[in-house]
């Protein structure tokens, strides 16, 4: 979760966690707040098809955010999520308090990180349902490499922004997509081409439209090979 989200949580249910906590500490009222949290949440967002919410990339003061991981936890509830991925710079923190709260309000918990690869440009991958920390500044292909040997899920983080600095650029992503392909899949398997989209098309049921998502890279193509074509102008 950026810094930008998690303000934007902490204005929305700073006073309501705030009061509650406090009275959880003074007066023993934790099955009243935990029960006020489950109510708050379903009032928020839902999921279509039996689907969960989940958020895969936060931040606590572990490292740069800006509450603790059992806060974020009670501020995830809040919003109705199902899933929360705490994915610290750098580092794995103990998150077995976090995932007892997790437990306890309906929102599992997954530890994770976010690695730091090799300098230019620093790179950030995220790095999902791991026990041990992934060594920073490695190359971008090594991180990824890493993380699977761990088990875990490997997420390019925050792609595509004009920053110079953290991001990937489409290029470097398609790169990493397709070198991995190759190695892991088999020749009839691997993707012709890939297609960035910034929204997936949903059906009513909350299942992917794939006839839309086909329309979607039909016209982008299009639109790709007339600005080719402007180009050779």
Known sequence: ???????????????????????????????????????????????GGGLGLAEIHAHTLASDGMVSAEDLVRAAAGIGLNVLCITDHDTISELGPAIEVGAGLGVDVVRGEEVTASFPPGIHIVGLFLERQIRMHMSVEDTVDAIHDAGGLAVIAHPFMPTWFASMTPGKARQLLESHCREGLSSWQVPREFQIVTELPFNQRGK?????????????????????????R
Request: net charge positive.
């Open 1 to 47: 979760m950026s810094r930008f989200a998690t303000t934007r949580l902490r204005d929305a249910l700073y006073g309501q966690f705030s009061a509650h906590s406090q009275r959880a500490e003074s007066d023993g009222g934790a099955a009243d707040y935990t029960s006020s949290v489950k109510q708050t949440a379903r009032s928020h967002a839902r999921a």
């Open 208 to 232: 992917i439209n794939r006839s839309e998502l086909s329309r979607l890279h039909l016209e982008s193509r299009s639109n790709t090979r007339a600005e080719e074509d402007l180009n050779r």
